[in-house]
């Protein structure tokens, strides 16, 4: 059985900065792209960051520079660190493993107060 469970949300002020982490289970882990998106309250969901099985990254225009990416293959942990947070990141952040398939956690929510 997959599972993907997020860690670290919470309520911070602006410029503040969180750490956010998925630890997977059930999947291998190395050969799968890991992501995080987000859903504000009324929008989409979007993407935030990903990182490839080759540790190549990508970032949504909005965060690059102030978020980053990163995993540890030994622990099947993906980690989104989270620095200058501002009001508009304010989001239900999910966790999400592609390889073929994809798999989906159930969601952090970080709050950035103004």
């Known amino acids: 059985q997959v599972q993907l469970v997020e860690s670290g949300g919470g309520l911070v002020q602006a410029g503040g900065s969180l750490r956010l982490s998925c630890a997977a289970s059930?999947?291998?882990?190395?050969?799968?792209?890991m992501g995080w998106y987000r859903q504000a309250p009324g929008k989409q969901r979007e993407l935030v960051a990903v990182i490839r099985s080759n540790g190549v990254t990508n970032y949504a225009d909005s965060v690059r520079g102030r978020f980053a990416i990163s995993r540890d293959n030994a622990k099947s942990t993906v980690y989104l660190q989270m620095n200058s947070l501002k009001p508009e990141d304010t989001a239900d952040y999910y966790c999400?493993?592609?390889?073929?398939?994809?798999?989906w956690g159930e969601g952090t929510l970080v709050t950035v107060s103004s």
């Open positions: 059930g999947i291998v882990f190395s050969v799968y792209r």
């Open positions: 999400n493993a592609l390889n073929i398939v994809d798999f």
